[in-house]
Structures are given as structure tokens and as C-alpha cells.
């Protein structure tokens, strides 16, 4: 089955500073890479995605980019700000698209 | 506010109890999700349901069920249940069959096993 790798485990950036957060993924089928924020108490909240007919997706301060032949993809995160702290976790779709198999997590704490 | 609602927010049970957890999904969702997150874990896919059908299964225990009704909530129950099964349980819900589509998740009901 598919196999999503997350790295870093934990991130620490100054405010205003940049922050990246890459993952690899096993499956050369999957097609759709969700990435999500979880703040403490609350259930991951959907912050941006990307398909695979797609290189490149920004959303304000968020940007992801996608490397289907190295299998490989990145969340952005520019001009960082104290409510960006949170764990991130991406995601891959498998097989028909419905099951989302997760990465481990990156903690990032925004230093101000 | 994800529009994922779910309940309780926490329950507090011993070994060998059943439990039901309870999820009604976003206004026009069809498929409901159901996620176990745990610290050794992390986050795993347990099953799907769409529009009352199961529709995909992952490392769901067999002494876990779930069930999508006609108004579309859904319940996860839990059986025999042991320390391990201490953990989150997140429900998410999405538009259609799932094929590549967003998931938003409720906030979770935390279980815990004495």
C-alpha cells in the first residue's frame, strides 16, 4: 500500500521567516496531496491540496509544489506568523482516490 | 468550523465495554470518514461510507463497526474494547464518492480505556 514520509518531525522558524515541509510518497498512482493543520484540541483542518495534472498551487501565504517523478511534494509557508504554529500532517489518495494514507506530522512553532 | 460535527467529545470507559461513537457530516455530504490518531500510529484511515454503502476499508479492527443511516450520520461502535484502542477518533466527510476529493474533519472524540 502507499507509504507517505514526512520530514521535518519538528520545525522552529522566526516570524516573518519562511517554513518547508516535504513529503515523499510510495505509490506512483496517487493523484490527489492534501495538506492539513492541526491545532491542539481541534481536528486536522483542510489548508490547501494539489492533483497531479498540477505542478504548483498558492493560497495566499501557503504555497504546494508536487514532483510526480521524484514523487515528492512540499508545503510552503512565507511571512510566518504565531497562529501558523501547529502540527501539519500531508496526505496522499490511493487506489480509487477515497482513502488518504498520512505522513507523521511536522510540529511548527513560530518564534516571535 | 469544518460544519463536522462530533459527539461525545470524550469518553471514559473500561476494558471489555462497548461504545458508539456519533457523526453527522457537512450539510450535502455524502461520505463520512472515519480516522483513528493515536501517538505510536498516527493517523489511520478505518473505513468509508457513501450514501449509506461502505465504500472503502482500512486497518479497521474486527471488533469495530460502523454504519451510515439515511440521513446520512454515522456511527462508529467499538467493542471488547482494550487499552490500545485508547486514542482520537476523528470523522471526516466529503461531497461525493470520495474519488480525490477534499475531506474536512469534525473535532474528534477522545476514548479512553481504563
Known amino acids: 500500500g502507499e507509504n507517505v514520509e514526512q520530514h521535518p518531525s519538528t520545525l522552529s522558524v522566526q516570524e516573518g521567516d519562511s517554513a518547508v515541509i516535504k513529503c515523499t510518497y510510495s505509490?506512483?498512482?496517487?493523484?490527489?496531496f492534501p495538506w492539513y493543520k492541526q491545532e491542539l484540541g481541534k481536528g486536522p483542518q483542510l489548508i490547501i491540496d494539489?492533483?497531479?495534472?498540477?505542478g504548483e498551487k498558492k493560497d495566499q501565504r501557503i504555497a504546494v509544489t508536487l514532483n510526480k517523478t521524484a514523487k515528492h511534494f512540499s508545503l510552503h509557508i512565507t511571512e510566518t506568523q504565531p497562529e501558523d504554529s501547529a502540527v501539519y500532517f500531508c496526505a496522499a489518495s490511493s487506489k480509487g482516490g477515497e482513502k488518504l494514507t498520512f505522513g507523521t506530522g511536522t510540529r511548527l512553532t513560530i518564534i516571535p | 468550523d469544518s460544519g463536522v460535527t462530533q459527539t461525545p467529545k470524550h469518553l471514559i470507559t473500561a476494558t471489555g465495554q462497548r461504545v458508539t461513537l456519533r457523526c453527522s457530516p457537512r450539510s450535502g455530504d455524502l461520505s463520512v470518514y472515519w480516522y483513528q490518531q493515536s501517538l505510536d500510529q498516527g493517523l489511520q484511515f478505518l473505513i468509508q461510507y457513501y450514501n449509506g454503502e461502505e465504500r472503502a476499508k482500512g486497518n479497521i479492527l474486527e471488533r469495530f463497526s460502523a454504519q451510515q443511516f439515511p440521513d446520512l450520520h454515522s456511527e462508529l461502535n467499538l467493542s471488547s474494547l482494550e487499552l490500545g484502542d485508547s486514542a482520537l477518533y476523528f470523522c471526516?466527510?466529503?461531497?461525493?464518492?470520495?474519488?480525490?476529493?477534499?475531506?474536512?474533519f469534525g473535532d474528534g472524540t477522545r476514548l479512553s480505556i481504563l
Open positions: 505509490d506512483s498512482a496517487s493523484n490527489y
Open positions: 471526516a466527510s466529503s461531497v461525493g464518492d470520495g474519488s480525490n476529493q477534499p475531506q474536512h
Open positions: 494539489i492533483r497531479s495534472n498540477v
